[in-house]
């Protein structure tokens, strides 16, 4: 292991950016809200401006998208809840930098980072993220497991809810992250209160425009639908979670993302809970995220010093 390495997150909301130094510790880090004005020229220049700020040099660097990637053209197909289609960011940035970085999924490159942290040679892990949406990866017999284009975790479009009541941004219906992740909380929080009646509608939006903030604030101070929407929630996640450790059966399950990490008594411990009733297999350890909310772009860089070796 020789030089620093720089990660980037391309998120749907935020851009993270932090080098390694050669034993893999965060020498630098940086975030800030992502910039979609005119991507995704805005997401490239803005990258360039972050980076640049950073007083130091790098050999390899590594790109995780929260979305949809080909890992063997290196190119960022499609990121969902950002509205930003096909798109060569790995030659832009590279003739910027003068080094092309990889490209991977961000939950791909999180497993990476969680992997590294735990030091204990664990062969089967997973790893979800709940965060604007729901992405995952895995470790199945100590190798990568990838697909061919680099996109066979997106477990966010798991189905929990055969009847379709909510429709996920890719175009589908009942997937887990229209649902559970941020982008769509409000909206099952309002289509559940519709259910209750105009009055707790109008009463739910009273305060302003809904965010996750909101309704995850109303859930927490006892309020009456509060809980109602919380169990609801809870329900969904389960089945989500359920279906993770039923299809991969890891030794380690590891959940970060910022909706799972500012919610974890209230939302992920019980959710777990639930989840137990529907394993086939026993409850695996888990554990909350090492890196927090800098997971995928440290992922991204330790990934870049040698791809090869994780397949």
Not at 116 to 141: C, K, N, P, R, W
Not at 167 to 193: D, F, I, M, T
Not at 201 to 208: D, F, K, V, Y
Request: proline share 4%.
């Amino acid at each position: 292991m020789s030089g620093r390495v720089l990660g980037i997150d391309i998120g749907a909301t935020n851009l993270r950016a932090c080098t390694l130094d050669e034993d893999n510790a965060v020498a630098w880090s940086d975030r800030a809200a992502l910039d979609t004005s005119d991507p995704p020229g805005s997401i490239v220049r803005q990258i360039e401006g972050m980076v640049g700020n950073h007083p130091g040099s790098f050999s390899k660097a590594g790109v995780g998208v929260a979305g949809f990637v080909s890992m063997r053209r290196n190119l960022v197909l499609r990121i969902p809840n950002a509205d930003l289609g096909e798109t060569d960011v790995a030659s832009a940035l590279g003739a910027a930098f003068g080094v092309t970085p990889v490209i991977l999924n961000d939950a791909v490159a999180a497993v990476v980072a969680e992997r590294e942290a735990l030091h204990s040679g664990v062969q089967d892990m997973a790893y979800v993220t709940l965060s604007t949406g729901i992405g995952g990866a895995a470790f199945l017999g100590g190798r990568l497991v990838a697909g061919s284009e680099g996109n066979s975790h997106e477990v966010g479009h798991i189905v929990v809810d055969y009847t379709g009541l909510m429709q996920c941004a890719c175009g589908g219906r009942g997937h887990w992250e229209s649902y559970c992740s941020g982008a769509n909380v409000p909206a099952y929080a309002a289509k559940l209160a519709s259910r209750e009646g105009g009055r707790e509608l109008e009463r739910l939006l009273s305060g302003g425009a809904l965010s996750p903030e909101r309704v995850f604030g109303l859930c927490k101070r006892g309020d009456a639908f509060g809980r109602v929407l919380m169990k609801e929630l809870c329900r969904m996640n389960a089945a989500g979670l359920a279906s993770v450790v039923n299809v991969y059966w890891p030794e380690v399950l590891v959940i970060g993302g910022s909706l799972a990490l500012n919610n974890w008594d209230e939302f992920i411990v019980p959710s777990v809970q639930a989840a137990q009733k529907m394993l086939a297999h026993p409850l695996p350890e888990f554990r909350k995220s090492f890196y927090g909310d800098m997971v995928s772009a440290v992922g991204a860089a330790i990934f870049a010093r040698s791809p090869s070796s994780y397949f």
